[in-house]
């Protein structure tokens, strides 16, 4: 059997800092905090990402696939058949998607914060119940090119956290996307029926809606039991 080099110090060395956890693994600076869900602090990404998009842009326009440089590009797509086939192969391993959705939580938190954390309309707080809310009502625009979920958290802070989006809880947009209004009911609207939520006993039928096995559940407790599990307890 062939006998194996020893690796070198300096790859050693690297590989040891490397897996220092909070500790940027391009750096290896113990100041810098890491950027959400990620090993590197936001100067090293930054650099990183123009370094990247650099090599993508010349790859490109030789007409090869800007993410291996070998093969070439699939008709009005942005990546060659090996890598397609390999992303199809990677994304169905469960690792991967316990990593995006770790991602994604993450992102999702610090967007969250930084528009306030709470219902700009009635103040719930409670981070599985609140959603972002388009201003202006422009939100089927942005869901036409595929902009919504983690795609949206990247466009709001790459554009700055424009105040174009606000936070809602569920329970305020869904009713003033279905009925118009939330909590301020004009008059003519009487109740059409006098049910209220089965899991927080929210009364206002405006925020009330039927689950597929016929519960009367608020559109708060419905979001937050399909996405995240649960909702209040």
Known sequence: MAKTKDEPAWKKQYLRRKNIPGICSNCH???RPLMP?????????????????ALYDKRRA????PRCGKGKLLAGLNFCQACSDKGKK???KPAYNERRQVLYKNFRREVLSHYGNQCVCCGESLLNLLCLDHVNGDGAADRSIGRFAERLLRHIKKSGYPDTFQILCYNCNCARGHQGFCHVVPKGR???YSEKCECCGEPSW???NFTKDLKVLCYNCNF??????FCHA
């Open 29 to 31: 600076s113990p100041t």
């Open 37 to 53: 869900g990620m090993k590197k602090c936001e100067p090293c990404y930054t650099m990183n990402k123009k370094a990247q998009n």
């Open 62 to 65: 030789a007409g090869l696939c």
């Open 90 to 92: 990677d994304r169905s």
């Open 190 to 192: 009487e109740k059409p």
């Open 206 to 208: 405006q925020f009330l």
């Open 224 to 229: 937050g039991r399909a996405h995240h599990g």
